[in-house]
């Protein structure tokens, strides 16, 4: 691997701007980690976003349905870009699928 000075410079097309090796190595790294989650409508979700439900759907073990239009509060992301965690009254352990939901 070849020895690279500080002085060296590339172009992020991204901000447009010319920035040294070391930060683009750092913005790189964290774009990799970062999971992009989107809801039904194509909306990125973020952690203690709002969602609201857009079908009913039957709760696996908790002999429960939940309506459309249920408003869930304050989800998490699970690193899965399908999926969020979420709590809501009586239902420990919910996760959701991000298709089923819209952010409000």
């Known amino acids: 691997m070849e ?11 991204a901000s447009g701007e010319w920035v040294s090796i070391a930060d ?3 913005l790189a790294a964290k774009t990799e980690d970062k999971v992009e989650v989107r809801d039904a409508v ?6 203690g976003d709002q969602v609201t ?8 073990g908790a002999g429960q349905t939940l309506k ?3 408003l869930i509060k304050s989800i998490r992301l699970t690193g899965d870009p399908q999926e969020i965690d979420c709590r809501f009254d009586g239902i420990k352990g919910l ?3 991000a298709e089923f939901v819209k952010k409000r």
């Open 3 to 13: 020895n690279v000075d500080d002085d060296s410079f590339v172009f992020d097309e």
């Open 24 to 26: 683009a190595a750092m």
């Open 42 to 47: 194509g909306n990125i979700l973020t952690d």
């Open 53 to 60: 439900l857009i079908k009913d759907l039957t709760v696996k």
């Open 68 to 70: 459309r239009g249920t």
């Open 95 to 97: 996760v959701l699928r």
